[in-house]
């Protein structure tokens, strides 16, 4: 089975390479860009499928601290 999306264990950190040929090493902002905008930068490979969300200042920090422990 295809996955929507890549895995996000080890997420923080590691290079990734992006539908429109660009490689970007996964930090704080591409998280948090990814979090509210998630078809803004999309993973070379995966359909843009995500729909934007919308977070607070605290639970983009929650998520994010909890990215970077897998």
Excluded: H, W
Aim: hydrophobic residues 45%; glycine residues 8%.
């Amino acid at each position: 089975d295809r996955l929507v999306g890549p895995g996000l264990k080890g997420i923080f950190g590691r290079a990734e390479k992006m539908a429109d040929g660009t490689e970007l090493v996964v930090d704080d902002a591409y998280l948090i860009e990814s979090l509210k905008e998630p078809n803004a930068k999309v993973v070379a490979g995966y359909p843009p499928a995500m729909a934007p969300q919308t977070f607070t200042d605290t639970e983009l920090a929650s998520l994010v601290a909890y990215l970077k422990t897998l």
